[in-house]
């Protein structure tokens, strides 16, 4: 039999459990992507129902949505009488993508034409919109008032992004990823908790270069960073993530700044504080050293026998000493159970509160989806068991509130 914390690592953390979406499918090229859109809110746990405008039937068919659904899909208001009304009733969020410039054009103005713009006027609940279209359409300004109009009542945007296009051009247009309008559902039919907060993060290795070809790192992936970064936004902060190299998608909703070096995280980190942080959590894993000199040129191997280095700045402590200082959380990677060590960090560096982690345990510490962390602030200490980086993100975030409140 497995063991249950096998099990527990497996387990996907399920955001959209018991929610039901409501997705309106209109007719953009980018129609086919809805397959996938629905694929995904589903395995995040939702039951999910389509709605498609006669346009996107010439692009996808309406087959392909009920299997991917798992569900009926509705093409007209004389389906099935009162569906318009019904189904709208029962949605816990309202997601169209693609939203063409036609549809966001007849929302913004309550027509309701089709089974998508009557349910919509329908609907009292969150609404995501994500536009797709050509840049020329995307930018024309009778689109954008009509895009204001709708912003101005709450409906949240996702998208468009910039790159190829289908019409063979390049511009803004395109559809978002679907991860990312997946997240903004999610944050759509979450409480807005952490609204009116300005959250740091930082994430991932430095660098430290030895020439342009060798450099000193460690081997954290950013994973429990980013975490965080998507976890905060998803409660309604404002995040900036400020990340060391690695191969990890920015997040839905945040400010990312790539970093290099110890040195250029300090600075960016000490810039972005200063524009009013309210919380920093540095989930960075910073070198502690760096080589004592950077050759502009490879360096010879019979030219060495040592390394000498230098001590990097010590962020933390930078920003605990600024006059105006956010609410500051630490993490210590440790090998072995060195609790001790982690709260005596805590006091030295003056921070609100630092999460250990022993990084020799199963599941825990680099590299893995999960973790096994144990949350230690001023007030006491709570251990969360091994669950997944997300729900640990979450955890950190709770007891942050808790604290403040
Ligand atoms: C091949 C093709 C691709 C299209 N792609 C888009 C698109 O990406 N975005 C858009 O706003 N309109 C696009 N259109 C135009 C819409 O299909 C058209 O405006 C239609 O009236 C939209 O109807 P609906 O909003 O009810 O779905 C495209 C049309 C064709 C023929």
Redesign the pocket.
Known sequence: MRNSSATRRKQKLKRLTNKSVLLGV?????AYKAADLVRRLKDDGSSVTVMM????L?FITPLSLQVASQNTVYTSVFQEPLKHISLPAQADAMVIA?A????IA?LANGIAD?I?STAFIAFRGPVVIAP???ER?YEHPLFQENLKRLLSLGIRQVGPESGSL?CGEEGT?RLAEVSDIVDAVVAAVTPQDLRGHKIVVTAGPTREHLDPIRFLSNRSSGKMGFSIARAARKRGAEVVLISGPTALKRPWGVVLKQTDSAAEMLRTVKEETKKGATVLIMAAAVADFRPRQQAGIKVDKGAMNSLAMDRTEDIIASVAAQKKRPFIIGFAAETGGNQERAKQKMQRKNMDMIIFNDVTEEGAGFETDTNNVVIFDRKGSAKTGLRSKDEIADAILDRYLEIKT
């Open positions: 209109s007719g953009g090229i980018a405008t006669e346009a996107a010439k693609p063409t410039a036609n549809i007849k089709d998508l797709a279209m050509n359409m289908a247009g």
